[in-house]
Structures are given as C-alpha cells and as structure tokens.
C-alpha cells in the first residue's frame, strides 16, 4: 500500500510541478512539502498542521483531502487530543514568525532589563577607568597679557572636581567653570586639573605671559 508522502509526491509528477511552483500557489514552504511527500513526520510537530497541510496539498492536486488524511491515519497512530509529534513543523509562509505570548512578553521584558544593565555598566566603568573630560576655553596658550589680570573658562564632567593652581574651582550644573586669576609679570604657567568622582585625574596646562609693554 503506498504511503502518504508517495501519492502526493506522484499526483505532483503527474502535473510536472516543482516544490517550488507548489509554495508559490499554496504558500506552504518547500520544505515541509518535502517533509510531507518523505513521509518525515518528524520535521512536523504539530498535528493540525499536518492535518491541514495534507488537506491542502491533496486539494490542490485535485485528489480528495479527506482520502489522504485517512491513509495517514491508518498509516500512524496518534492522539486526536494530542498536539505535539516531533519538531520541525513550519509555519504558512504569511504567517508571522515571532508571536506576543506572555512567555515572550516575560524573555523580552527580561532581556530588556539586561540590556539597561550592561549599558548602565558599561557606562560605570568607563567612568572608573577614564579620566574625565576636561576642555579649556580661555586662555589661550601662549596668550600674551597687558595686564597681571585673567579669566579662565572651562569645563569638565559635572560630578568632578576642578583645581587651577591648586585652588578649588565652582562649577556649575553642566560643569562649566570661570574664574579669574591674577599673574605675575612674566611667564606665568597655569595648571588646571580635573579630578573624577573614582579619583582619575586630567591636567591640562596654560603658558601665559604678562608684558606691560607689549
């Protein structure tokens, strides 16, 4: 007696139709029609699918569902209440892949957060490796003075501490600084210094000279 998978697989022949020309009018993959005319259940776990796909592929081969299915049924035993057989069934090709079900919902919620940790993490360690960031605006360097008086604006990441010449600098709320000095006539060096929360520092250094004459 032959199987399943041999009557579909010659009712196809006889049409000289290829897998492929089936899953185009049919839009069930090639290789679950493969599977269906192998005989190889155990790429199709589900039974309404198997159920459905045989009714679909006899119809379309103008042979008689209802037929094919009862050589299936005669030919392997199952559960009618029983929806698991062996893995590998597909899905109809416009069928969405990925489906909201509260498992996937509750992996995605969980990825999620997993996600914002490493960032978060991530983002901490950087901040303890790195020395933080440290811009000086004015002065130039090499800037040369008329007067002994200066201004030297700045800035640098919020939560660190600024030090010019060893003097404690205020910053504001983005971490901008300003604050003006007085220089000795001559070549002054300035040293400005930013210090991070986990004690990583940055120095940066301004050479500004002072000439009344200039």
Known sequence: MRTVGEI???A?????LTLDEVEN?????????????????????????????????????ELKPEEIVAVFRRQYEYDEDDD????GISKPLNEPVFRFTPQNITIIIFASFLLLFFIYLSFQ????????????DKPQEGEILKNGRIEIVGKTDHDAVVEINNKRIA????????SSFTLEEGVNTI???SISKFGKKKTLTRTVSVDPAD
Do not use: M
């Not at 698991?84 to 893995?87: G, Q």
């Open 125 to 136: 360690l950087k901040a303890y490796v790195s020395p933080p960031n440290l811009v000086i």
């Open 84 to 87: 698991i057989l062996p893995e």
């Open 171 to 178: 910053l504001n709320d983005n971490g901008g600084f300003s």
């Open 191 to 193: 040293v400005i210094e």
């Open 12 to 16: 196809r022949l006889e049409k000289r």
């Open 25 to 61: 009018q049919i839009k069930i993959r090639k290789k679950y029609l493969a599977a269906l005319e192998d005989n190889a259940w155990v790429k199709l776990p589900s039974l309404p699918y198997i159920k459905g796909f045989l009714r679909n592929y006899s119809k379309f081969l």
């Open 8 to 10: 579909l697989k010659k």
